[in-house]
């Protein structure tokens, strides 16, 4: 809908077009119909896929790759709700993170920097939220004082590997930009039309990234529910290949990924 014919590309002999975020579709969603203030929160989720075109010589691994794959979700609230889905977005990347192992973050508050939208009053309210959605978690945290964007305060959360190192993962911004730019609005309580809030978050960020993280995390040493094969079955002399193959279908019939090591007997 918004790609015109001058955004085409060419590189590396080959045509490419732009296209904007996931954000921008998230709120068409939205504005498919007319919102209550009764239906607030409305959350919109998707794996959506972004592309970069990094130079050759910059791409490295899964850490940096030219099309990733990223766990976008769009919040749209009421101002008063603010707190309330973050602390939801804190309480849910603290389960899934915990899950892969990791419990040791850094987590950082972004402030209003020198140029920014919105009033100073939106501000005010989104950056107090944002701290007492943290402190009601119990999170230590720093802050970024200046460091936000300019369409609004913002979460940052990096992990820290088996080795010490930190990995930018989880990010949750408010944004008083383009809920204005895209002229989204809700009806309230007094039939009025009024603006919403609208949240990015991303908790594992880019999923190819993440699993680079837990490659180094585990030094490919998976936890069982993650590994690849979770069993394999080595037959000691070739008379045993036969019973082997039967126990690598018997597991498969119970979902558990195996394989026959063959080439050992
Ligand atoms: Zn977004």
Request: proline share 4%; charged share 30%.
């Amino acid at each position: 809908m918004w790609i015109r014919h001058c955004d085409q590309m060419n590189i590396e002999d080959k045509l490419y077009q732009l296209r904007p975020m996931n954000c921008p579709y998230h709120i068409l969603v939205y504005k498919r119909k007319l919102h209550s203030y009764r239906e607030f929160p409305i959350r919109v989720a998707e794996l959506g896929t972004i592309y970069r075109y990094e130079l050759s010589g910059t791409l490295h691994g899964l850490f940096r790759v030219r099309g990733f794959t990223q766990d976008d979700a769009h919040i749209f609230c009421l101002e008063d709700q603010i707190k309330g889905e973050i602390r939801g977005v804190l309480d849910l990347t603290e389960e899934i993170l915990l899950q892969f192992g990791f419990n040791k973050y850094e987590v950082s508050l972004s402030t209003r920097p020198e140029k920014f939208v919105g009033t100073d009053d939106i501000w005010e309210k989104a950056t107090i939220a944002l701290r007492e959605a943290l402190e009601d978690e119990g999170w230590d945290y720093q802050i970024d004082e200046g460091g936000g964007a300019f369409y609004g305060p913002k979460i940052d959360l990096k992990i820290e590997d088996a080795l010490g190192r930190k990995w930018q993962c989880s990010t949750v911004q408010v944004d008083f930009n383009l809920p204005q730019r895209f002229d989204i609005s809700y009806v309230d309580s007094n039939s009025e039309r009024r603006q919403p809030i609208m949240i990015h978050r991303a908790i594992l960020g880019s999923l190819e990234r993440f699993f680079g993280v837990l490659i180094e995390h585990y030094a490919g040493d998976f936890p069982l529910w993650i590994s690849p094969i979770q069993a394999r079955v080595l037959p000691v002399t070739d008379t045993e290949v036969k019973y082997c193959k039967e126990v690598v279908l018997k597991l498969k019939s119970k979902g558990i990924r195996a394989e026959l090591c063959q080439g050992i007997a």
